[in-house]
């Protein structure tokens, strides 16, 4: 279990137990909460720590993450693309950077590894492709998917989730993100 879920459970049973304590027992409960608060110095900061530390990362990576200028490309595949995993196997693997960012410029900056997006959508029987990218690393991108994918069509467009009329109301979104949990045996250069 991890630690917000010990925090929930111990704030829930609080929330139980102390009314039904000063109710069925009065007496004790009030010398249990007094000695709690008696030695609250010692375990506050530790629990005031483990519930502002996640929301700082959070919003400080939200930061960072936003102040990523990005580019959105649609890939339009042309008549002589390669039909196996295997070019975009070769893709990933030379657009996954391994860079060290040391635990002290995470906490205060924010910093972490470039997040992009390869992305499939589907809509009236349209299935499309596109892929958003940091600016920065553009001509990185393009060069490679160039030199596996000759004949592709790199367009660079808006960016189309923002021209989708969403009402929260009316409608459902779903999302799903999926991370390979166990080893994977077979590397996708086998699959056709």
């Known amino acids: 279990m991890n630690l917000n879920m010990v925090l929930r459970v111990a704030l829930v049973s609080l929330l139980l137990i102390i009314p039904l304590g000063i109710f069925f027992i009065p007496s004790s409960t009030a010398i249990v909460l007094g000695g709690l608060f008696f030695i609250g110095p010692l375990w506050i900061p530790f629990v005031l720590a483990a519930l502002l530390v996640p929301l700082w990362l959070t919003h400080i990576r939200s930061q ?20 196996t995993a295997h070019a975009m196997e070769l893709v990933f693997y030379s657009l996954h950077h391994r860079i060290a960012i040391s635990r002290v410029t995470e906490i205060l900056t924010g910093q972490i590894r470039m997040p992009w997006s390869f992305e ?7 299935v499309r492709f596109f892929m958003r990218v940091p600016q920065s690393q553009r001509q990185a991108v393009e060069l490679r998917l160039r030199s596996e994918y000759r004949d592709i069509d790199l367009d660079e467009i ?35």
């Not at 499939?120 to 349209?126: D, E, L, N, P, Y």
């Not at 459902?172 to 999926?178: D, G, H, L, P, V």
Request: net charge positive; aromatic share 12%; hydrophobic share 35%.
């Open 64 to 83: 960072y993450v936003a102040s990523i200028p990005y580019v959105v490309f649609e890939l339009k595949p042309g008549e002589h693309t390669p039909k």
């Open 120 to 126: 499939i959508t589907a809509s009236k029987g349209v």
């Open 158 to 192: 808006r960016d189309y989730a923002r021209e989708v009329s969403f009402d929260p109301v009316s409608m459902k979104m779903k999302m799903r993100e999926y991370v390979l949990a166990k080893p994977d045996p077979y590397t996708l250069k086998t699959y056709d």
